[in-house]
């Protein structure tokens, strides 16, 4: 089946600084990326929608400056959390749609990373 | 607002037996639904799924049931064998929504 990498699985910073995350998609071409949240106990939040070439799309009361995303190629997208702080310390998942040939690509080609846990000191 | 919601956070079952994982909706736009597994240190990955106009999807030994005035959807997995154990998350979208609303996850555990 499809594989997309997320990279790196755990990350512990200090409080201030910003942390890079990756998702690549490893054998397809993804239309769309999107990034998800889970704070323990609760359910995949979705931050964040990102298609290739053109800005992401933030979900209500996510700040866009806070957590910065890029998706360059069709491969490739990076979430940025700049200047984090203890509060941001959260599961981070990504999830990657196959470029599909008919009108919409349906969720079942919807592939996610393994998720990075981010603990901010 | 938790439109998809999962009341029960953990199942134990014995293997050969059924488990049976629940899942509610508010939303009543909803017209998809899926189920996702996912195992520890991996991301989810697809299981099965049921569109609006079914009431039941079967592969293997996973059904899902979908009861639309109820807002009830419910995996069914017989037999259950240990390799089923990990976290069920239900999910729900509708035509033209690129977005997938996910439930809270419950963690299933087959014992031997």
């Known amino acids: 089946g499809a594989v997309v990498s997320q990279h790196p699985s755990r990350v512990i910073c200090k409080s201030g600084t910003s942390v890079k995350i990756e998702c690549r998609s490893l054998d397809f071409q993804a239309t769309t990326m999107f990034w998800y949240r889970q704070f323990p106990k609760q359910s995949l939040m979705l931050m964040a929608t990102?298609?290739?070439?053109?800005?992401?799309?933030?979900e209500q009361g996510v700040e866009k400056d806070k957590f910065l995303i890029n998706h360059a190629s069709l491969t490739l997208s990076t979430l940025t959390v700049t200047s984090a702080h203890p509060e941001d310390s959260s599961f981070y998942i990504c999830?990657?749609?196959?470029?599909?040939?008919?009108?919409?690509?349906?969720?079942?080609?919807?592939?996610f990373g393994s998720g990075t846990q981010l603990s901010v000191l | 607002d938790q439109q998809v919601k999962q009341n029960s956070p953990s199942l134990s079952v014995q293997e050969g037996r059924i488990s049976i994982l629940n899942c509610d909706y508010t939303n009543s736009m909803f017209d998809y639904f899926l189920w996702y597994k996912k195992y520890p240190a991996e991301g989810p990955t697809f299981l099965i799924s049921i569109s609006s106009i079914k009431d039941k999807n079967e592969d293997g030994r996973f059904t899902v049931f979908l009861n639309k005035s109820a807002k009830h959807l419910s995996l069914h997995i017989v037999p259950s064998q240990p390799g089923d154990s990990a976290v069920y998350f239900c999910?729900?979208?509708?035509?033209?929504?690129?977005?997938?609303?996910f439930g809270t996850g419950t963690r299933l555990l087959v014992s031997p």
């Open positions: 990102s298609n290739e070439g053109s800005k992401a799309t933030y």
């Open positions: 999910a729900a979208s509708y035509t033209g929504f690129q977005k997938l609303v």
């Open positions: 999830s990657a749609r196959m470029r599909d040939r008919g009108v919409s690509a349906t969720n079942e080609k919807l592939f």
